[in-house]
Nanobody
Framework: QVQLDESGGGLVQAGGSLRLSCAAS????????MGWFRQAPGKEREFVAT?????????YYVDSVKGRFTISRDNAKNTVYLQMNSLKPEDTAVYYC??????????????????WGQGTQVTVSS
């Protein structure tokens, strides 16, 4: 079992930055592929980014955030991060952290993940 706890959301102006954190419980965090998803009001949950646990920490992003968002992980701290720069109003959503044991690339479908956090709200004003 893995429990995930997101933090770092908030209100920011367009063009600003936020860093989301996802703290995971469990001693085997390093063997999990991690992902970030988001869900805007009235829309389906959307893949944002993923990072593997081995093989050089391979990353993969949805096209709309490439060059603006960076996913990273610190296995010593059992934490995965999502650095979000040049934020746009269309980035407004609840952001969710997700985990699946093993190394999958790219794990871009929500059905691939077994564990989910409660979400953190990100609001970007124009």
């Amino acid at each position: 079992q893995v429990q995930l706890d997101e933090s770092g959301g908030g209100l920011v102006q367009a063009g600003g930055s936020l860093r989301l954190s996802c703290a995971a419980s469990g001693r085997t965090f390093s063997s999990y592929t991690m992902g970030w998803f988001r869900q805007a009001p009235g829309k389906e949950r959307e893949f944002v980014a993923t990072i593997t646990w081995s093989g050089g920490y391979r990353t993969y992003y949805v096209d709309s955030v490439k060059g603006r968002f960076t996913i990273s992980r610190d296995n010593a701290k059992n934490t995965v991060y999502l650095q979000m720069n040049s934020l746009k109003p269309e980035d407004t959503a609840v952001y969710y952290c997700a985990a699946v044991r093993g190394s999958y690339y790219p794990a871009s479908a929500s059905s691939e993940y077994d564990y989910w956090g409660q979400g953190t709200q990100v609001t970007v004003s124009s």
